[in-house]
């Protein structure tokens, strides 16, 4: 492998890890690190050989992509197949993607919360789950409102960085 191969893949994979952070199957990041690291339209049977997914297993993720403005497919000239871009600025899907994610995340915690505390008897322990209730949805409703009211320029962030 390579210099530019190996480059691609340390890309690829840190993209892959930093998505299962949030709770991500491993191909949604994958297939969006390798589209945004080629930065031209790529087919279903290319990302499939790129990436060593099955075919299936690549159009829906591609679809889960599209469905959040990760991705669009594009037309190509002569050719029936479909091809695939991604959307270089991260900005216009990523802040609404962490607050799904976090609001998923605390809801499944609730969950277990509102199930275990049906079955603790003692007014202590039923305590100490209303308080991580109550921290955890504060934390939803802050998010929410960072990312909403682009408090959190992501944006003005990206844009920084490449100063």
């Known amino acids: ?11 690829i994979e840190a993209v892959a890890n930093f998505g299962r952070k949030f709770g991500l199957n491993h191909a949604l990041p994958q297939i969006y690190a390798l589209l945004y690291w080629e930065g031209l339209p790529l087919s279903l049977e290319k990302i499939s050989q790129e990436l060593g997914m099955s075919k299936g297993n690549v159009s829906i993720n591609i679809r889960k992509l599209e469905e959040w403005g990760a991705v669009r497919k594009v037309w190509r000239k002569g050719s029936s197949r479909h091809f695939y871009t991604a959307n270089p600025h991260l900005t216009e899907f990523l802040p609404q993607r962490i607050k799904d994610t976090l609001i998923k995340r605390v809801e499944i915690l609730e969950n277990h919360l509102n199930s275990l505390s049906k079955e603790i008897k003692e007014k202590e322990k039923q305590e100490k789950i209303k308080e991580i209730q109550h921290i955890s949805s504060q934390i939803v409703k802050f998010a929410t409102q960072l990312l909403d009211s682009k408090l959190l320029d992501l944006a003005g962030i990206l844009e920084s960085r490449k100063k």
């Open 1 to 11: 492998m390579d210099k530019k191969e190996e480059n691609r893949h340390k890309f």
